[in-house]
């Protein structure tokens, strides 16, 4: 699907520990997306990236960074993760194909 | 940023019925309106898409019209069939590279 590719796929974590999601794309898009889905909110903006090294917060990205240190991987770290970051992560890229997304437990 | 408004949250049809969800978008700027399905577990689909120089565009089943005057665009899936059933989003992106979605559809076709 569009060459795009997420990990891990499923991840139970503890309140308090860093997590990184990794978003990893073979169509060399200059744009990446990261969002978070949740019953009720839809799809939700966390950040992006428009170029390697150039990254921009979406609507909800308290307690959120991103890194694209090479056109192929977009980086999402919760520095420190929290109970109300228990979601579904997805990353999209241009033309707006989405990765196969995350499930991201914090306990 | 452009703000997308999607009704209604959940739609309810008997097969062989037709399904129409509608959109509404803000900024006159926009001028692509993706349409994706998402099953349950999966990541979002894209189905229909329409840019703003066409009104309509249909695929088999499917197809997406679009009002620029009354920023409004609907999905129309005809001869529904259990198989349809999903949430369905649709997006915008207000002239810029960052797409926003409505709050999704759920399509509840009863056999």
């Known amino acids: 699907d569009a060459g795009i590719t997420q990990s891990p796929r499923h991840k139970v974590t503890e309140t308090g520990t860093p997590v990184t999601l990794r978003c990893h794309q073979t169509?060399?898009?200059?744009?990446m997306y990261w969002y978070r889905q949740d019953p009720g909110h839809g799809l939700r903006l966390i950040h992006y990236?428009?170029?390697?090294?150039?990254?921009d917060k979406g609507e909800v990205s308290d307690g959120y960074s991103v890194s694209r240190s090479k056109t192929e991987d977009f980086l999402l770290t919760l520095e420190s993760a929290t109970s109300s970051q228990t979601s579904v992560y997805f990353c999209?890229?241009?033309?707006?194909?989405f990765g196969p997304g995350t499930r991201l437990t914090v306990l | 940023g452009e703000n997308v408004e999607q009704h209604p949250s959940t739609l309810s049809v008997q097969e062989g019925d037709s399904a129409v969800i509608k959109c509404t978008y803000s900024d006159s700027a926009s001028n692509y309106f993706p349409w994706y399905k998402q099953e349950l577990g999966k990541r979002p689909q894209l189905i229909i898409d329409i840019r703003s120089n066409v009104g309509e565009k249909k695929d088999q089943r499917i197809a997406v019209t679009l009002n620029k005057t009354a920023k409004h665009f609907s999905l129309h899936i005809t001869e529904t069939q259990p198989e349809d059933s999903a949430v369905y989003f649709c997006g915008g992106t207000g002239g810029s590279y960052i797409p926003t979605f409505g709050r999704g559809t759920s399509l509840i076709v009863h056999p």
């Open positions: 169509e060399n898009h200059r744009y």
């Open positions: 999209a890229i241009s033309e707006w194909f």
């Open positions: 990236s428009y170029g390697v090294k150039d990254t």
